[in-house]
């Protein structure tokens, strides 16, 4: 799905059955990791000028969520795909590395991307992760921290294996994000590089 399609797939959660148990609820899990998973595409759209588009794994236990992207460079539509395991930093736990090195302490492919989301309240310092992650062996391809500055502000930092800030404006992203299709399906190999119109499809809320 779009971005725009899994960010106000969480608001719609939010608005239905409160904000609380859509934040904690285990049932809400997979759209809490399509929201996360959608800010960073809104994140890495706004860096690379590329589209970008979640997918939600509801067979394999990791990754939690893909992130897929058509190269049409070549000629030829090739999806390039980052797989993507998703980390709550919340109120309960007092520092995010305690978060970064459980995560790290587990065997993952060397191709996945750990993202953190940011969301206790407390004081984050990116410099200090980044200096502290120098000191672990992570199996991470790349490590990201997502944080929500104020209601229309979000930073989204890479601190492994180097620092890489992105700020951006929600909303003007997501409006950028809504004009996007709303779906990617995969059909059959081709050669082509247009986009066929497939109808529409329905995602009702859980």
């Not at 049932?27 to 706004?46: D, H, I, P």
Request: charged content about 30%.
């Amino acid at each position: 799905m779009s971005p725009w399609i899994a960010i106000t797939r969480m608001k719609t959660t939010n608005e239905t059955y409160g904000t609380e148990m859509a934040r904690t609820h285990r049932r809400f899990k997979k759209e809490r990791e399509a929201w996360t998973t959608g800010m960073f595409a809104l994140a890495l759209s706004k860096l690379t000028e590329k589209e970008f588009w979640v997918e939600i794994e509801t067979v394999d236990s990791t990754p939690d969520t893909k992130l897929r992207h058509i190269d049409q460079s070549a000629g030829y539509n090739a999806i390039e795909t980052h797989n993507i395991e998703i980390v709550d930093w919340d109120e309960h736990v007092s520092s995010i590395m305690e978060v970064i090195k459980k995560k790290c302490a587990r065997s993952y492919p060397s191709d996945y991307f750990l993202l953190v989301h940011a969301r206790s309240g407390k004081r984050l310092d990116f410099d200090h992760v980044i200096e502290e992650l120098k000191k672990i062996v992570s199996p991470f391809f790349e490590v990201w921290i997502l944080a929500r500055i104020s209601e229309d502000e979000m930073k989204v930092v890479r601190v492994a294996p180097a620092a890489l800030p992105i700020d951006f404006k929600i909303q003007s992203e997501l409006e950028k994000a809504r004009k996007q299709r709303s779906f990617l399906r995969r059909g059959t190999r081709g050669t082509e590089i247009e986009f066929r119109d497939l109808g529409p499809a329905y995602l009702p809320l859980p």
